[in-house]
């Protein structure tokens, strides 16, 4: 059967996106593997359903290039709000989706029917070891000293919903990321895999940052974790709760509020559309 999808990007993360509104997609971790292969596929860091709540006024379902189901990205919840309103599923510039991270608030920044930005509420972070999830009892997992083939690393771990590893380093290496960032990624210190993230601190009020996504590898960009770094870059006194993070697609504005929600600000573009055989 031939679908309809739309390739967004939000700073670099690039998805699929489907609308699943009417009929929901069968299979579709089998299609993820298929069609985010950047050979012999679309391409993407994976694929992303927008359906139908009954808890909120959209949905979104997300897909890992490996097939795992995602509980959220940030960057992809950002280009769901654009397409939402620019393709007429809705008027509002104030949407609430559900995703597995529960119900997400989106405020659309709207100039001449076009969205140029969107300011998501991620939520409060999960600072707690046992429900990030890691194997640590402690209620936050600041500077935990983590062994990984014979080196060790110091550790703060947060979730949004998802779980993060921030590693803060004086210059991010290729190394860090393509050597230790799978190994981190599946260390049995973190029962559900986790995100790793090393970070560089160029001012209380910018930080710099690589990311190496559960399932998927290096991308050039992470909402969920461009958040919890702001967190653990706060928590560990070296950034104030306003920052902005320099990802390798871009920029993304983080404020870690006094009501403990942590907003993000950034955009989310259209690639292309297409029809694609499923």
């Known amino acids: 059967m031939r679908t309809q999808f739309t390739k967004m990007e939000g700073i670099g993360n690039d998805y699929i996106y489907f609308d699943c509104l009417k009929a929901e997609m069968k299979d579709p971790s089998t299609v993820a593997q298929r069609l985010t292969d950047r050979h012999f596929g679309i391409g993407g860091d994976g694929i992303v359903l927008i359906l139908p709540s009954e808890e909120a006024d959209f949905r979104m379902r997300m897909y890992n290039p490996d097939g795992s189901e995602a509980e959220m990205c940030g960057n992809a919840i950002r280009c769901v709000g654009k397409y939402l309103f620019e393709r007429g599923k809705t008027t509002a510039s104030q949407i609430a989706v559900e995703t597995g991270n529960g119900v997400l608030d989106l405020r659309l920044e709207i100039k001449d029917n076009t969205v140029n930005g969107v300011r998501v509420d991620m939520g409060e972070p999960i600072l707690e070891g046992p429900l990030i999830p890691t194997t640590s009892e402690e209620d936050r997992v600041i500077g935990h000293k983590l062994e990984v083939d014979?080196?060790?690393?110091?550790?703060?771990?947060?979730?949004?919903?998802?779980?993060?590893?921030?590693?803060?380093?004086?210059?991010?290496?290729?190394?860090?990321?393509?050597?230790?960032?799978?190994?981190?990624?599946?260390?049995?210190?973190?029962?559900?895999?986790?995100?790793?993230?090393?970070?560089?601190?160029?001012?209380?009020?910018?930080?710099?940052?690589?990311?190496?996504?559960?399932?998927?590898?290096?991308?050039?960009?992470?909402?969920?974790?461009?958040?919890?770094?702001?967190?653990?870059?706060?928590?560990?006194?070296?950034?104030?709760?306003?920052?902005?993070?320099?990802?390798?697609?871009?920029?993304?504005?983080?404020?870690?509020?006094?009501?403990?929600?942590?907003?993000?600000?950034?955009?989310?573009?259209?690639?292309?559309?297409?029809?694609?055989?499923?």
């Open 150 to 278: 014979g080196k060790t690393f110091e550790v703060t771990c947060v979730s949004m919903g998802n779980p993060h590893c921030v590693i803060f380093v004086d210059a991010i290496t290729d190394e860090h990321i393509q050597s230790w960032g799978p190994k981190i990624e599946v260390h049995p210190f973190f029962p559900r895999r986790t995100n790793v993230e090393f970070v560089q601190t160029l001012s209380p009020t910018e930080i710099r940052m690589r990311v190496w996504e559960r399932g998927t590898g290096e991308t050039l960009a992470c909402g969920t974790g461009a958040c919890a770094v702001a967190v653990a870059s706060n928590l560990n006194g070296k950034t104030k709760p306003e920052v902005t993070l320099q990802l390798l697609g871009g920029d993304l504005d983080i404020e870690w509020a006094k009501n403990n929600h942590v907003y993000m600000t950034g955009p989310g573009k259209f690639v292309f559309d297409g029809e694609v055989e499923i």
